[in-house]
Structures are given as structure tokens and as C-alpha cells.
Nanobody, 129 residues
Framework: QVQVVESGGGLVQAGGSLRLSCTASGLTFADVNVGWFRQAPGKEREGVSCITWSGARTYYADSVKGRFTVSRDTVKNTVYLQMDSLKPEDTALYYC??????????????????????WGQGTQVTVSS
């Protein structure tokens, strides 16, 4: 049974940083593309970033480009989302998902969420102004 778990969320002031972690059991991240998504209250879930199974390619939504960095540690089977220069509009529940399409920026922002097989439970990020 596959389980995906996010951690690292919290409360931070605008301009601050957080690093989210995503780990999995029953699944090796080196075999699948992994994506980060977020959902703010009253809004639809949106793509933030993805990293290919090889780790060679990373893509970002325009709203986070230059501020967020996705990476992975294959030894720890963990994918990270480093979030810098955080803004109040980054406040959301952040999800990690495995088995996402990750061929370019278009896949980050236009993805049928129902086709993604594995999701974590989410970790809350709150940015105060």
C-alpha cells in the first residue's frame, strides 16, 4: 500500500522561508514524477511545481517561479519544496502527489487531478503580513 506524507508546514511572516518535505512508503520517487499542489480556502487546487522521475527536470507555476525550488533526495526517498520570499497569497494547504505528468510548465498548471494516483494529506502553510 502506497502512503505519501507531507511535513514542514507552519506559520511564517511574509518574506520568510519554509521547507516542505514529502516522503513515501510503498513507492520509490525515483520511479515516478512528483508534484506539489496547493489549495487556498474557497479556491480550487492548483499546481505549484513538479520534478521528473530522473530529477533532471523541474517546472514551476509562474506565481512561484524564482521563489520556490523543488528537489529530491533519492537516498531518503524524499522530495522537498523550498519556499522563499513567502507572500500572504501563498497561504494554503500544500499537497504532495506522485505519478503526475511533468513534461513542462503546462503540466504544472493544467492537470487533471483525478488522474493522479497518489496524494498526501496536506500540510498547512500560513503566511502573515
Amino acid at each position: 500500500q502506497v502512503q505519501v506524507v507531507e511535513s514542514g508546514g507552519g506559520l511564517v511572516q511574509a518574506g520568510g522561508s519554509l521547507r516542505l518535505s514529502c516522503t513515501a512508503s510503498g513507492l520509490t520517487f525515483a520511479d515516478v514524477n512528483v508534484g506539489w499542489f496547493r489549495q487556498a480556502p474557497g479556491k480550487e487546487r492548483e499546481g505549484v511545481s513538479c520534478i521528473t522521475w530522473s530529477g533532471a527536470r523541474t517546472y514551476y507555476a509562474d506565481s512561484v517561479k524564482g521563489r520556490f525550488t523543488v528537489s529530491r533526495d533519492t537516498v531518503k526517498n524524499t522530495v522537498y519544496l523550498q519556499m522563499d520570499s513567502l507572500k500572504p497569497e501563498d497561504t494554503a494547504l500544500y499537497y504532495c502527489a506522485a505519478g503526475v505528468p511533468c513534461r513542462g510548465e503546462a503540466d504544472v498548471v493544467v492537470t487533471n487531478l483525478r488522474n493522479i494516483p497518489y496524494w498526501g494529506q496536506g500540510t498547512q502553510v500560513t503566511v502573515s503580513s
